[in-house]
C-alpha cells in the first residue's frame, strides 16, 4: 500500500515540474551571418574517404583464375627477399606467401586469363627474378570491382 501511494505522489509531482520553460520567440531579435574558414585539405580527404567507403562497399570478388607458383623453399630469407623484388618491380600485383611444412611457397599474381600470366612469367624470367622453374596455378583469385561497370548494373 505504501509503494501505491508513493508512486502515486510521484506522479503528481513530475507533471508538476517542467524541466525547461521555452521562451516566447523573439522577432525583433537580428539573425546573424556566419563565415566558415575551412582548409582545402578537408574536401580531399573527404574525397578520399568517400573512394574508400566505396570500394569497401564494392568489396572484393573472387573467380577461378590463375596464380604464379615462383619459389617452393625452406630458405624464410631467400623467400622474402624474392617478395621484395616482386612487389617494388610489381606493384600493382600482390605476392601471397604460405607455409606449408617444411616449405614456404610464394604465389604471384591474380590473373583472369593465362595469356596474362604467361606474359607476367616471361617478364619475371626476363628480369631474372627467379631462376627456377615457374608452375601456373589454377586457383580463387581476387577480382578487384570496375567501378565503371558496377555503375552501369546500379
Known sequence: MKKLIIIAILFLKAGAIRAQIVPPKDTTAPTGKVTVFKDSRLD???????????????GPKSAKGYRLMV????????????????L??????KVYMSFQPPYIKLKFGNFLEKEEADQ?????????????????????IEVKPDKNKEKDIL
Do not use: C, G, H
Open 44 to 58: 580531399i580527404l573527404a574525397k578520399k574517404e568517400a573512394e574508400f567507403n566505396e570500394a569497401l562497399a564494392l
Open 71 to 86: 619459389l617452393s623453399t625452406n630458405d624464410r630469407a631467400k623467400a622474402m627477399n624474392l617478395r621484395a623484388r616482386l
Open 88 to 93: 617494388q618491380r610489381f606493384p600493382e600485383q
Open 120 to 140: 607476367y612469367k616471361n617478364d619475371i624470367i626476363n628480369n631474372k627474378l627467379v631462376t627456377t622453374n615457374i608452375y601456373l596455378v589454377p586457383e580463387i
